[in-house]
């Protein structure tokens, strides 16, 4: 093996490595947000954590956040606690920074 073989495949591993952190973290970030939301429906304890839970499947439904802002939109506007997209969209935006560091605090 050449060592050009041998950089691109670290690339390539560090590329996969980077996707896999990515992934976790806006995972983690959409529990956070469905903790949030669970917390405003008045969720606590295991009810506020099985609906996080439903928050993060949720984003697996489309590409990007919408499937995650239009369920909580339904589910806030349900309880009678209606919120606009952006204000959903500026929480996710505050929580990313705590999901980052927990994420990266198991990974290393």
Known sequence: MTTFDE??????KKFEHDQEIQFKVKARR??????????LLGKTGADAEA???EV???DFEKPGDTDVVH????????AGKPMEDH???KQAERLLPEA?????????
Do not use: C, P
Not at 7 to 12: D, I, L, Q, T
């Open 7 to 12: 950089r691109e495949k670290a690339f390539e």
């Open 30 to 39: 959409n529990k956070l947000l469905g903790l949030w939301a669970a917390g």
């Open 51 to 53: 609906y996080a839970k």
């Open 56 to 58: 993060v499947l949720a």
């Open 71 to 78: 369920k909580l939109m339904k589910d806030l506007a349900a």
């Open 87 to 89: 204000t959903i969209l």
């Open 100 to 108: 980052k560091k927990q994420v990266m605090s198991e990974v290393h």
